[in-house]
């Protein structure tokens, strides 16, 4: 088993037992790109159980989050049909942060990439994001 395919169930497995885990960064020296291939792991593991990619989300969007985490830009991630949610069960939650944000969606694929087309093919809605992170601050 290789040390990525080990990290991302370790990730997996403190989800779904609702426990921390210690900083990954903090155990090894670890690169965006390392992290990424992590996150993809994570993610066939979840696809693997039946759940969804029904989303992407960006994240560490502002200078002063990047510099406290140590990356230069901002971060990307998917959203699966389990993680929308209209009710929120707070015993299912390891460490619960709230933050406003803004979802948006498209009403078709589009077909190329121009200002218009986008205009057309884009609306926004308030939403909010429960951050329930498996890592320990």
Same mark, same amino acid.
């Given at each position: 088993m290789t040390e990525i395919l080990k990290l991302a169930e370790e990730i997996v497995e403190a989800e779904d037992k609702k426990e921390q885990?210690?900083?990954i960064t903090?155990?090894?020296e670890i690169s965006v790109d390392e992290a990424y291939k992590i996150q993809r792991e994570v993610v066939r593991i979840k696809e693997k159980r039946g759940e969804k990619i029904v989303g992407k989300k960006i994240g560490l969007t502002n200078r002063a989050i990047q510099q406290a985490f140590g990356v230069e830009e901002p971060m990307s991630g998917y959203i699966t049909d389990k993680m929308v949610i209209s009710e929120v069960k707070i015993d299912e939650l390891i460490q619960p942060r709230i933050e406003a944000e803004i979802a948006f969606f498209l009403t078709n694929d589009l077909k190329s990439i121009?200002?218009?087309? /986008?205009?057309e093919s884009i609306y926004a809605i308030p939403a909010l994001e429960i951050v329930d992170?498996? /890592?320990r601050d």
């Amino acid at each position: 088993m290789t040390e990525i395919l080990k990290l991302a169930e370790e990730i997996v497995e403190a989800e779904d037992k609702k426990e921390q885990i210690e900083p990954i960064t903090g155990r090894i020296e670890i690169s965006v790109d390392e992290a990424y291939k992590i996150q993809r792991e994570v993610v066939r593991i979840k696809e693997k159980r039946g759940e969804k990619i029904v989303g992407k989300k960006i994240g560490l969007t502002n200078r002063a989050i990047q510099q406290a985490f140590g990356v230069e830009e901002p971060m990307s991630g998917y959203i699966t049909d389990k993680m929308v949610i209209s009710e929120v069960k707070i015993d299912e939650l390891i460490q619960p942060r709230i933050e406003a944000e803004i979802a948006f969606f498209l009403t078709n694929d589009l077909k190329s990439i121009n200002r218009a087309e /986008i205009l057309e093919s884009i609306y926004a809605i308030p939403a909010l994001e429960i951050v329930d992170s498996r /890592i320990r601050d």
